[in-house]
């Protein structure tokens, strides 16, 4: 079983950066898109970012201009670089990876809190 696991969340005030990471335990093939989601205390999870296979970035209107997606689908690997963060980004973050066949892959989720 393939297990995707994020690092890099923390504490950080409005302002600062923070840069997650996401990694697969086991080569994932035939990758089409990789990603990020967030979910905030008593909201559902929302869209954050995705990076497909051929380049193309799509980022949520909220985090546009702030959050930079990278990532290398060789290697299963996507990056999240948050740039002037604010209070209402603070959210477990998770990745994912969607392969062919409709498979899909998430993250445990990593805490981001922005807050002084």
């Known amino acids: 079983q393939v297990q995707l696991v994020e690092s890099g969340g923390g504490l950080v005030p409005p302002g600062g950066s923070l840069r997650l990471s996401c990694g697969a335990s086991?080569?994932?093939?035939?990758?089409?898109?990789m990603g990020w989601y967030r979910q905030a205390p008593g909201k559902q999870r929302e869209f954050v970012a995705t990076?497909?296979?051929?380049?193309?970035?799509n980022y949520a209107d909220s985090v546009k201009g702030r959050f930079t997606i990278s990532g290398d689908n060789s290697k299963n690997t996507v990056y999240l670089q948050m740039n002037s963060l604010k209070p209402e980004d603070t959210a477990v973050y998770y990745c994912?990876?969607?392969?062919?066949?409709?498979?899909?892959?998430w993250g445990q989720g990593t805490q981001v809190t922005v807050s002084s």
């Open positions: 994912k990876i969607e392969a062919l066949l409709r498979t899909s892959y």
């Open positions: 086991r080569r994932i093939v035939n990758v089409l898109t």
């Open positions: 990076l497909t296979r051929d380049g193309t970035t």
